[in-house]
Nanobody, 117 residues
Framework: QVQLVESGGGLVQAGGSLRLSCAAS????????MGWFRQAPGKEREFVAA????????YYADSVKGRFTISRDNAKNTVYLQMNSLKPEDTAVYYC??????????WGQGTQVTVSS
């Protein structure tokens, strides 16, 4: 069992930056693929970024490529999402996810990111 707790969301102006953190419980954190998803009002949840257990491979949605960076610190059981050049369309609830494969098995409660124009 893995519990995930996100933090770092908030209100930022367009062009600004935020860094989201996701702290995971459990000693097997380093075994999991970690990812970030987001859900905007009235839309389905969508993939944002993912990182392999070693951190050696990262994957991004086209909409955030070049602006967002996912990273992890296995010693701290934490995964991060650095978001730069934020746009109003990035406004959403951001969820951290963990899974033994690319399909999430565990979800966090979400953190709100609001980008004002």
């Amino acid at each position: 069992q893995v519990q995930l707790v996100e933090s770092g969301g908030g209100l930022v102006q367009a062009g600004g930056s935020l860094r989201l953190s996701c702290a995971a419980s459990g000693r097997t954190f380093k075994r999991y693929v970690m990812g970030w998803f987001r859900q905007a009002p009235g839309k389905e949840r969508e993939f944002v970024a993912a990182i392999s257990w070693s951190g050696g491979s990262t994957y991004y949605a086209d909409s955030v490529k070049g602006r967002f960076t996912i990273s992890r610190d296995n010693a701290k059981n934490t995964v991060y999402l650095q978001m730069n050049s934020l746009k109003p369309e990035d406004t959403a609830v951001y969820y951290c996810a963990a899974g033994e494969t690319t399909t999430p098995d565990y979800w966090g409660q979400g953190t709100q990111v609001t980008v004002s124009s």
